[in-house]
Structures are given as C-alpha cells and as structure tokens.
C-alpha cells in the first residue's frame, strides 16, 4: 500500500511539472517579445539609456535573441561607442551565427563605415583583431555634413576639419586621412568660372602648407592634365589624361619628378563617375588607386604607396567627371 501511495504521488508531481512547463515556456517567449518591444518603444522616445537596459536584459533572457544584438549595436553607434557596438554585435555573432550580425560586422572590420539603422553615415573606425584603432565621428546641419573630429581609442580628440562649401554648393574645405592612424589634413578647393575645380591645396592641422595641384581642360570641359606641387612650388608629380567619351574610358599617363612611371586605364559610371577599380603604377613608387561612391553621396579616392602609408581624399558632393577626372 505504501508503494502505491509513493507511485501515486510521485505521478501527481510529474504530471503538474509538466503541466507547468508550457505556460512557463510560453511566459518566457512573452517576457523575450515584451523586452524587444519595451525597448523599442524607448528608442522610438528618444531614451537610448533605458532602450539600452530593456535590450540588454533581452538577450540576457534569451542569448539567440538576433534583433536586441542589432538593435544594441545601433544604440551603441548613436552613444558614439564604437567598441561596444563591435563587443555585442561580435557576442552576438558567437551565440547565434546570424548573416545579418556577420554583415554589420563586416562594416566595422572591412568597410570601417560606421551607419545607424536609419542609414544615416555616423562616422568612420578601424579595427585590429577586434580593438578600435581610431575613429572619426561626422557632424551635420540640416543633412549637410559640416565636420570630422578624429579620436584614438579612448575617445580622446586628436584633430578636427570644418567642411564648408560655395553658393553651388560645391566644397570649398575637405579633408584627406592616413586609413592607419586616421591622422587628418585639411583640403582647400578653388573653381573656375565655369565651375570646375582647378586648384587643390593640402594643409595639415597646424595650418602649414603641404602641397597643392592645379587642373587644366579641354574645350569640352574634360580634365586633360594635373599637377601637385611641393610646398616650394616644385613639380612633384604630374598626370596627363586622354578621354574616349563613347566609352566613358580614359587613359592616364604618370610622371614623377619628370620620369614616367606608368599608363592606367580607367572606366567609368553611366553617371560619370570612375568605377570602383584600382590601377597601379610600377617605377618610383607601386602606386594604386581606387575609388569607392557608395556611402552617403561622397566620393571618396584611396590613395596608397608602397612602405607608406596609404590615405583617402574624400570629397563630400556630387561632381561630375569633366570637374573632377
């Protein structure tokens, strides 16, 4: 009799714990959806800090929970916290093997462009084994973007570059950055009266100048020749073009210091814009360049040397390819 007294309840037990179960796992499910949608509606009010915590407990709950991770990042993005965006969206990419966390993670590690989910450029960064390196945070005024600040690791500010533009529109103050250290230096711009831009000069941030280059074009309005000056006035290096218009190709001819060291063809967009591509040099130097138009409406020139260290001129607006190439 006692057995069966002991059978019968030990049954009655494992029958209501596994009467409570579903609605436990179902409360749970409820509690993950709650905690998502908590911390929406938070980050739709603007209260990032609370947004944060409710999205933080989220995939504390619930560690495959791939839309808080995202959401996480993008509050991080918007603090300004470059690493702690990488941290949750590199933790989240351990725990659940999501594409669409591998692809955000791809923007920090390959691209270094630095977007909020709205697709709103914030900034650029670079990362080493999963460290940031450097960042630069973007200023803007009524969508024009009118800043970049340049900090290391800690947040501290290293250099700053106002951007400024003429009455068309065009820029009259940009910004060139070494992609290693992200250091800045500063860009002027002056045009033509047909509104080309015919003289560049390069600055660094203690305002001395480093060099500047000078345009020339045909009667189409084609650019046929550039160039860079030393900070002396001596001819530094010197780039003739030849344009087949049909094709949107042109071929390039480099000379530095007077000796040519290479001939590159260059394609070029519908819209005239030269496609993304590299072409390289072999003399004085191993010289490559490329060009990549795919963020935000910039237009952004890579330029590297071998054993030094490479650099991007980014120009921020629209041109055309008779005012820039």
């Known amino acids: 009799m006692k057995k069966v007294i002991i059978l019968f309840v030990a049954l009655m037990m494992l029958l209501s714990a596994c009467g409570q179960s579903e609605p436990e796992k179902s409360g749970k499910k409820s509690q993950k959806k709650d905690l998502y949608a908590t911390g929406l509606e938070y980050k739709q009010d603007g209260d990032l800090e609370n947004a944060q915590a409710a999205f933080l407990e989220a995939v504390g709950e619930d560690p495959d929970d791939v839309l808080s991770y995202l959401e996480l990042a993008d509050i991080y993005i918007r603090q300004e916290k470059y690493q702690a965006a990488w941290d949750i969206l590199h933790q989240g990419q351990q725990e659940t093997e999501s594409a669409s966390i591998a692809d955000k993670l791809l923007d920090f590690n390959n691209a270094n462009v630095i977007c909020d989910s709205d697709g709103k450029l914030r900034g650029k960064s670079h990362f080493s084994d999963g460290e940031l390196q450097w960042c630069h945070i973007y200023d803007y005024e009524n969508e024009l973007l009118t800043g970049i600040t340049h900090y290391d690791t800690d947040m501290k500010q290293l250099g ?166």
């Open 160 to 325: 700053f570059v106002e951007l400024t533009y003429n009455e068309a529109g065009m820029p009259t103050q940009s910004y060139i950055y070494y992609t290693n250290t992200g250091s800045l230096e500063r860009l002027t711009m002056e045009y033509n009266e047909a509104g080309q831009l015919y003289k560049t000069a390069e600055y660094d941030l203690e305002d001395s100048l480093i060099g500047y280059s000078e345009n020339t074009f045909d009667e189409d309005g084609y650019k046929i020749g550039e160039i860079h000056y030393d900070a002396e006035g001596n001819i530094h290096w010197e780039l003739s073009y030849t344009h087949d218009v049909e094709n949107m190709q042109s071929t390039r001819i480099t000379k530095f210091y007077g000796k040519q060291v290479g001939t590159s063809e260059q394609t070029y967009s519908e819209s005239g814009y030269p496609n993304s591509g590299k072409s390289r040099f072999q003399g004085a130097y191993d010289f490559q360049i490329s060009y990549d138009i795919s963020y935000g409406g910039s237009h952004q020139r890579y330029e590297s040397f071998e054993a030094e260290q490479s650099y991007a001129r980014i120009i921020h607006y629209n041109a055309p390819l008779a005012q820039l190439y």
